[in-house]
């Protein structure tokens, strides 16, 4: 069964840094992309950044580039989520997901990813 680990969460006060990281249980599997995205309470999934293995391009929401930083290593199937500079409104559940079909994809939207981790809470406190 595919699982993907997230680990890496936790409190932390405004102006600190986080590192979460990702691993896809199942090495059989290929992974075309991998991506973190984010649920506040009382708000809908948004995306915050990917990495697309073939080409090395990363992808990030307008709003978080320059904070958060993804990197990964495509043989250990892993993607971490480096956050610096965390502010209150970063609070919420970040979730790992990852592309396993080959296909074209804007890889932001949630719906193009085929597996999920179960979420690792991120509280920034002000």
């Known amino acids: 069964q595919v699982q993907l680990v997230e680990s890496g969460g936790g409190l932390v006060q405004a102006g600190g840094s986080l590192r979460l990281s990702c691993t896809l249980s199942e090495r059989t599997y290929s992974t075309y992309a991998m991506a973190w995205f984010r649920q506040a309470p009382g708000k809908e999934r948004e995306f915050v950044a990917a990495i697309r293995w073939s080409v090395g391009s990363t992808y990030y929401r307008d709003s978080l580039k320059g904070r958060f930083t993804i990197s990964g290593d495509n043989a250990k199937n892993t993607v971490y989520l480096q956050m610096n500079s965390l502010k209150p409104e970063d609070t919420a559940v970040y979730s790992c997901?990852?592309?396993?079909?080959?296909?074209?994809?804007?890889?932001?939207?949630?719906?193009?990813?085929?597996?999920w981790g179960q979420g690792t809470q991120v509280t920034v406190s002000s």
């Open positions: 997901a990852v592309i396993t079909v080959r296909g074209n994809y804007a890889y932001t939207k949630s719906y193009e990813y085929n597996y």
